[in-house]
């Protein structure tokens, strides 16, 4: 019951929200979200330390940075991601940062894309 209690309070937030639906769609570095979600990596990080205390996501270094990801292992959350992706225009922010996530002429400014690719 503490699990489900700890998923529903790290949704209440609309900042980790939206890292884990970018993190949905592709691991990212901190950099990566701070840059599409125009916050500060400090804001950035705290939320990423939640998310991965409670181990909702992981951490692979690459180099300098780590690349973030969703904990596959974790079903009812994936599920739950997956649901308001497939309604993804019902959620205004989540729907730009999908947007802006994948144009063409920003994706050259992320830098984990830049290693992946």
Same mark, same amino acid.
Request: hydrophobic residues 40%.
């Given at each position: ?7 529903? &309070? ?5 900042? =980790?929200? =939206? ?18 979600? &125009? ?12 998310? =991965? ?25 994936? &599920? ?15 729907? &730009? ?21």
């Amino acid at each position: 019951m503490e699990n489900l209690s700890n998923l529903f &309070k790290l949704l209440s937030d609309e900042t =980790r929200i =939206r890292i884990l639906m970018l993190l949905f769609q592709s691991p990212m570095c901190v950099c990566d979200l701070s840059f599409i979600m &125009k916050e500060s990596q400090p804001k950035i990080s705290k939320h990423i330390a939640k998310l =991965r205390d409670l181990d909702f996501i992981t951490g692979k270094k690459s180099e300098q940075y780590i690349l973030y990801s969703l904990n596959k292992n974790n079903l009812l959350l994936i &599920k739950i991601l997956n649901y308001i992706f497939l309604n993804l225009n019902s959620y205004d922010q989540l729907e &730009k940062d999908y947007n802006f996530f994948n144009s063409k002429e920003n994706s050259l400014k992320f830098c984990s894309i830049k290693k992946i690719n």
